[in-house]
């Protein structure tokens, strides 16, 4: 994308861009495109118009047609309303919106998207891919975007694959997808947890590939390999479904660098408490900012051993609501229990007995990963042989031996996800908090990340975790979906599924659940509603 925009300069080969040179002419071509980074340029103390006005001036769009496309502008993206909010007020999905509409400004030919949805809820990301879709078929724009999504690479028409520096290939999704018929299954096994038929699958041979999905796990064989079904649990049920470029962008990568060990937890490791009573409790839960409520006398629970998730669009007030649950921020009012203390009067107490994985991974960066390893130990209040012992294990057990000296800065992305949950790890929590972890990573660190999730959750870990990836919420043995600080449904994957209507989308996915449950909402809010 750098070098595509001018802003990096190759070692070798060429690079031409609308025709023009983008090694000798740089300037001329980030004239005519519009570029949106991963970590898009809006200045957060400015309001929505005045960073409209700021880009208007840098890419010198004259006056008289500034107010048309203000207009334009902010109808398209929903911010009409907000116009003299700060940038840094906005939620995430809003900051995306605006991100892109200070990119268009003045129409360019070529728009890149650097992971544009990286971070928002399903909601935005509807919202955003509506927008990319009206420019090019309206405008006449060409968009390039680079994602870790690949449901959203298979909304293109056409994909190029890249793997440490390589080109794996170029065509339409379908083209790829068309070499995995015949491979790819849905397992289904009533009465067993989706997490541990998965584990099972993903450990049978000939199997590449095994993701929860809806009801069941969906498998991608090896070529010519059809599941053995003396090989499986009794009673499981296998049906062929279509193969999805997914399966073949895993299947590329597995044939590329190999199938590698899943990751297990150590035996070695305290198990906590697994009696199955409550380890979180929430009672009538609320945060107040000023005259803003943004918790709404909420309540639930969690039982131990439980893989719980709380999703919600961005300003939903799930992050409010994470950070009161890890004792980083102070309840207003109700009542609020983890791992037995009360966290109105205990905070320090109850912090100790759990893990954090902040969203942004809170490492250091100018520490190598050992010495990250050591702080956050000795933070958690280990030494000596203990901590040693700890830090050895978390460099076994996540494979970062190799870059023990290394700064954390300099991780691969993977790295530093596999690094935040050693960090978090270190001594042996009953709970570990899980601020979407997976933002941004590539397909294979996420199915690493949940092998482990589901081996502490084995364990008898009790795992609370936010996620805006709808497919991940489909790990979690239930949940809840907020929306404007209050509670809109709880209960199980399935059941969030069946409050889709049936006559408009016969077999939902969880993103169309969070959607319905979403829309229902605003509805319901709707001054037509109210009448």
């Not at 028409?157 to 520096?165: A, D, M, W, Y």
């Not at 809806?214 to 193969?243: F, H, Q, Y």
């Not at 905070?347 to 100790?352: F, I, M, Q, T, Y």
């Not at 809170?362 to 990963?369: E, H, I």
């Amino acid at each position: 994308m750098r070098l595509i925009a001018g802003l990096l300069v190759p070692d070798s080969g060429k690079i031409a861009v609308l025709g023009i040179d983008a090694i000798k002419e740089p300037l001329k071509v980030q004239h005519v495109i519009g570029y949106m980074p991963q970590r898009f340029g809006l200045y957060e103390d400015l309001t929505v118009q005045e960073n409209l006005d700021l880009y208007a001036d840098l890419q010198g769009l004259p006056d008289a047609e500034r107010s048309d496309r203000y207009a334009e502008l902010t109808k398209m993206t929903g911010l009409a309303p907000f116009t003299k909010r700060l940038a840094g007020k906005l939620s995430g999905g809003m900051k995306q919106k605006l991100g892109l509409a200070c990119v268009l400004v003045r129409p360019p030919q070529l728009l890149l998207l650097d992971e544009p949805t990286v971070g928002v809820d399903p909601v935005s990301r509807r919202e955003l891919w509506s927008i990319v879709y009206r420019l090019v078929k309206k405008e006449s724009m060409t968009a390039l975007l680079s994602t870790a999504y690949l449901d959203e690479a298979e909304r293109c028409s056409e994909v190029i694959l890249l793997h440490k520096g390589e080109l794996l290939g170029q065509g339409p999704p379908s083209e790829f997808s068309s070499k995995l018929e015949g491979r790819s299954f849905q397992a289904t096994l009533p009465g067993m947890n989706k997490r541990s038929l998965q584990g099972h699958l993903a450990r049978t041979p000939g199997v590449i590939d095994a993701t929860i999905q809806r009801t069941g796990v969906r498998i991608v064989m090896k070529d010519g390999m059809p599941p053995d079904i003396a090989s499986l649990p009794e009673g499981i049920r296998i049906e062929p479904v279509p193969p999805r470029f997914e399966d073949s962008f895993i299947s590329l990568l597995r044939e590329k660098d190999g199938y590698p060990e899943l990751p297990e937890i150590s035996p070695n490791r305290t198990a906590p408490d697994n009696s199955g009573g409550d380890v979180i409790t929430v009672d009538q839960l609320t945060k107040t900012f000023g005259s803003f409520r943004a918790v709404k006398s909420i309540s639930f629970s969690v039982k131990a051993g439980e893989v719980f998730g709380l999703l919600g669009a961005n300003g939903a007030g799930k992050s409010t609501t994470f950070r009161m649950l890890c004792g980083l921020l102070p309840v207003t009012d109700g009542k609020l229990s983890v791992a037995g203390l009360d966290l109105r009067y205990a905070p320090a107490k109850a912090r100790a007995r759990i893990g954090y994985m902040a969203q942004k991974f809170s490492l250091y960066g100018d520490l190598s990963v050992q010495e990250n390893l050591k702080f956050f130990s000795s933070a958690y209040g280990l030494s000596g042989d203990e901590q040693r012992t700890q830090i050895d294990w978390a460099l076994q057990e996540f494979e970062l031996k190799h870059y023990a000296r290394s700064t954390s800065t300099g991780l691969p992305l993977g790295y530093k996800q596999r690094l935040a949950l050693a960090a978090a790890l270190m001594h042996r929590p009953r709970i570990i908090f899980l601020d979407e972890p997976t933002s941004g990573v590539d397909p294979l660190a996420r199915r690493e990340f949940w092998h482990r999730i589901a081996a502490l959750a084995e364990e008898g870990v009790t795992v609370l975790v936010t996620t805006h990836f709808m497919e991940e919420a489909e790990y979690c043995d239930r949940l809840v979906i907020m929306a404007e600080g209050d509670i809109l449904a709880e209960g199980t994957p399935d059941d969030m599924r069946a409050r889709v209507p049936s006559d408009k989308i016969p077999d939902p996915t969880m993103e169309d659940a969070f959607i319905h449950l979403i829309e229902e909402h605003e509805a319901g809010r709707s001054p037509d509603a109210a009448s």
